[in-house]
């Protein structure tokens, strides 16, 4: 193992830091459009899942799916995530 790298474990702080935020908040940046908007701003579709859209342009930002063995997100239509603070 490279000296200069570490497990997950190593930043467990910060990992706790940066996901326990109201993420309303959150600054996103598109990545289908560039617009940077509140995430509280996207539209949210219901169904077997949660899909947060762009209000610009309507691209997938997010998916958020809940079921007995965890939380799944996904955030690959996201650019960047700015939280405030
Ligand atoms: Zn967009």
């Keep these: 193992m490279d000296e200069l790298m570490l497990d997950g474990n190593a ?3 910060l990992l706790q830091e940066v996901f326990a935020v109201d993420m309303t908040t959150a600054i996103e940046t598109c990545g289908g459009c560039g617009a ?11 169904g077997a ?6 209000p610009h342009c309507g691209n997938t930002l997010a998916t958020i799916v809940k ?3 965890g939380t799944w ?5 996201v650019r960047t995530l700015r939280l405030s603070g």
Excluded: M, Y
């Excluded at 940077?36 to 219901?46: D, K, M, P, T």
């Design 11 to 13: 930043i467990a702080g």
């Design 36 to 46: 940077s908007e509140l995430l509280g701003a996207a539209h949210v579709f219901r």
């Design 49 to 54: 899942g949660i899909v947060l859209r762009c």
């Design 67 to 69: 079921s007995d063995g």
């Design 73 to 77: 997100i996904a955030l690959g239509g």
